[in-house]
């Protein structure tokens, strides 16, 4: 059976600055998709990640549908409603635009999506993350799906065997979809190059090099590019297919362990190590650490299982642990060197327009007279 799996999110408003969305806006979110659902979709699960709310939707309807992406822009613009009614911080600070226009890409929301060819056994991750940009997922989808140290099945798996192809998006060009398709193993260090810079490119696709199907998708929105000025960070969301001729789920999560630094936290403007957290987790200290969690399903027929939380084990304590002890690590150092985003990373105007002002005020110290000989 053919299904298409959407998950959309946005931060349409948070209790006590950006901690969580109440439970008022949770259940307008989750009442609007219930009533207007019935004949657009299959199943349905909502779920928030720090001050983000996820709708994670199976229909037939395929990538880009507009009736499926019109309802969920509507839920959050019913959810934006309460949360103003409410005093809620940055009340429908992720929705972008003014109107719908088709699909909700290029207006805010977060969006993944994948049109999927159903197996007899469909297991997949649905990945959440807050305060932080979708380059940060670009580390653990490489290690997961290209390296035998954290994926053994590249070597053990014989449906594995030939690699994945990676689909990447250069998302600072904003005239359109720019894209370049690299092959893992062949095209490794291609892929390390462009993976560098979470901030520039960006994987936006994985697809399997035996079978032709896809097996991630990851929203690649810079809000920034889409406001022009900074609005709060990306939020990115992602699904990964898992099992069979594709990475198990446990290759999947393990490179989260490492708790590896990304660009967000506090205003948006920090390295910050990610942290692997339980389902519904809130923002708390500086803003964060950089939170991302994950629901494990399986879907049959287009029906969802419910969700089995992939960080709610004892192992995630002690990397949550260690990750709060590289947090501390970097944050004493406050503003100073990589602590805080270069220059031209930084998405606040109020130090853009402080180096303004202060560079007028340099000058150049005229060189001083050789002393005449006598």
Not at 193 to 217: C, K
Request: net charge negative.
């Amino acid at each position: 059976m053919k299904i298409t799996l959407s998950v959309i999110k946005a931060d349409i408003g948070s209790i006590g600055g950006h901690i969580k969305p109440s439970a008022k806006v949770i259940k307008a979110v989750r009442d609007h998709i219930e009533s207007q659902g019935k004949k657009k979709l299959i199943d349905f699960f909502i779920s928030h990640t720090g001050d983000d709310i996820a709708i994670l939707m199976t229909h037939t309807g395929g990538t880009g549908n507009e009736g499926v992406h019109k309802m969920a822009w509507d839920a959050f613009v019913t959810g934006t409603n309460v949360a103003k009614g409410q005093g809620l911080y940055g009340a429908g600070q992720d929705l972008l635009k003014d109107a719908f226009s088709g699909n909700v890409k290029g207006m805010g929301p977060a969006v993944a999506e994948m049109e999927i060819e159903e197996r007899p056994n469909e297991p997949f991750l649905f990945f959440a993350a807050d305060k932080t940009e979708p380059g940060a997922y670009n580390l653990p989808l490489f290690l997961g799906f290209s390296d035998p140290m954290y994926c053994p099945g590249l070597m053990l798996s014989p449906s594995m065997a030939d690699g994945f192809k990676f689909v990447i998006m250069d998302v600072n060009y904003t005239e359109g979809d720019r894209i370049i398709e690299l092959n893992a193993p062949e095209d490794y260090y291609g892929i390390t190059t462009l993976l560098r810079d979470n901030s520039r490119f960006v994987i936006e696709s994985i697809w399997s090099r035996s079978s032709g199907d896809q097996a991630a998708a990851v929203s690649t929105s810079r809000l920034r590019n889409i406001a022009g000025k900074y609005t709060g960070k990306d939020d990115p969301v992602h699904l990964v297919r898992t099992q069979s001729k594709f990475p198990a789920t446990g290759e999947i999560l393990s490179p989260y362990s490492i708790g590896h630094y990304v660009a967000g936290t506090m205003r948006g403007s920090h390295n910050g190590p990610m942290m692997p957290c339980k389902q519904n987790t809130t923002i708390s200290y500086f803003d964060g650490p950089a939170v991302v969690t994950c629901a494990a399903f399986c879907v049959h027929n287009g029906k969802l299982t419910e969700p089995a939380d992939a960080f709610d084990h004892p192992f995630w304590d002690w990397v949550r642990g260690n990750v709060s002890q590289k947090a501390q690590e970097i944050r004493r150092q406050g503003f100073s060197g990589p602590a805080m985003l270069p220059y031209e990373d930084l998405e606040y105007g109020g130090i853009v327009e402080k180096m303004k002002k202060l560079d007028k005020e340099f000058k150049v110290r005229e060189k001083e007279k050789a002393p005449v000989s006598v």
